[in-house]
């Protein structure tokens, strides 16, 4: 399917973005330069900009068009079904530790298809509320092809247009399907230093995989979350027949 010409523009304005010629706080080009350099009109051009506010790459100001965000958001992990974007559900977040390569757990090699022993890649983040207090711990493990095939994601910063962008860019491969697996356990030790509770503690735990259009897998995130922050809510039609 073709690419359109607003999608086409976002992608242009987060590669750029991607490549630091505009950073944190910096304004993009007007509405008006992206009509004039891509011929378009202005609900074109405005309309590559709302996706870019929906990935939470961007915000708006009265006046002066949209500037890069100075504090990238991140959602826990899960819930990323169609119709859904970036900022849905986001928070402010933190990076912990360094990415490294590392043996995952055996639920997550499982997750991801991968031999006993083999390496994936390592990162973690904690989402924060509005108090600045961890909301949720998330390890995201990346299997070692797509790992090799992304050099960004062994650098410790964020990255600004969030790490599936950035995979699909580099790889051409993108999310197509993916599966939440939620249990409820206690945190581990190092959980309950990152969340800042004490143990015991019941955490809700989400195990999100997500695959390419091939059926490979991109990405495992394990998101811990205490239960009293945890909340989930389904909205759905109801089967009126009984």
């Given at each position: 399917m073709?690419?359109?010409?607003?999608?086409?523009?976002?992608?242009?304005?987060?590669?750029?973005?991607?490549?630091?010629?505009?950073?944190?706080?910096?304004?993009?080009?007007?509405?008006r330069?992206?009509c004039?350099?891509?011929?378009?009109?202005?609900?074109?051009?405005?309309?590559?900009?709302?996706?870019?506010?929906?990935?939470?790459?961007?915000?708006?100001?009265q006046?002066?068009g949209?500037?890069?965000?100075?504090t990238?958001?991140?959602?826990?992990?899960?819930?990323?079904?169609?119709?859904?974007?970036?900022?849905?559900?986001?928070?402010?977040?933190?990076?912990?530790?360094?990415?490294?390569m590392?043996?995952?757990p055996?639920?997550?090699?499982?997750?991801?298809?991968?031999?006993?022993?083999?390496?994936?890649?390592?990162?973690a983040?904690?989402?924060?509320?509005?108090?600045?207090?961890?909301?949720?711990?998330?390890?995201?493990?990346?299997?070692?092809?797509v790992?090799?095939?992304?050099?960004?994601?062994?650098q410790?910063?964020?990255?600004?247009?969030?790490?599936t962008?950035?995979?699909?860019?580099t790889?051409?491969?993108?999310?197509?399907?993916?599966?939440?697996?939620?249990?409820?356990?206690?945190?581990?030790?190092g959980?309950?230093?990152?969340?800042?509770?004490?143990?015991?503690?019941?955490?809700?735990?989400?195990?999100?995989?997500?695959?390419d259009?091939?059926?490979?897998?991109?990405?495992?995130?394990?998101?811990?979350?205490?239960?009293?922050?945890?909340?989930?809510?389904?909205?759905?039609?109801?089967?009126q027949?009984?």
């Amino acid at each position: 399917m073709p690419t359109l010409k607003y999608e086409q523009i976002a992608e242009s304005l987060r590669r750029r973005v991607a490549d630091g010629e505009f950073g944190p706080g910096a304004l993009l080009p007007s509405s008006r330069d992206l009509c004039e350099q891509w011929g378009v009109s202005r609900a074109t051009a405005m309309k590559a900009m709302d996706v870019l506010k929906d990935d939470g790459l961007v915000i708006p100001h009265q006046g002066r068009g949209f500037s890069v965000v100075e504090t990238p958001v991140a959602r826990p992990a899960g819930n990323r079904g169609a119709g859904t974007s970036r900022i849905q559900g986001s928070m402010p977040f933190k990076r912990i530790g360094t990415p490294e390569m590392l043996i995952p757990p055996s639920h997550i090699a499982d997750a991801l298809g991968l031999e006993p022993g083999v390496k994936g890649l390592h990162r973690a983040r904690l989402t924060l509320v509005d108090d600045n207090q961890p909301h949720s711990y998330t390890t995201a493990w990346f299997p070692p092809d797509v790992a090799e095939a992304c050099p960004r994601l062994h650098q410790g910063g964020p990255i600004a247009e969030g790490t599936t962008h950035y995979v699909r860019r580099t790889t051409g491969r993108s999310p197509v399907q993916g599966v939440d697996v939620t249990s409820v356990r206690l945190a581990t030790s190092g959980e309950a230093e990152h969340l800042q509770v004490k143990r015991p503690c019941a955490v809700a735990v989400v195990l999100h995989t997500a695959f390419d259009q091939d059926g490979n897998p991109l990405v495992c995130e394990e998101g811990v979350t205490p239960s009293g922050l945890w909340e989930r809510t389904d909205n759905y039609v109801m089967n009126q027949r009984g």
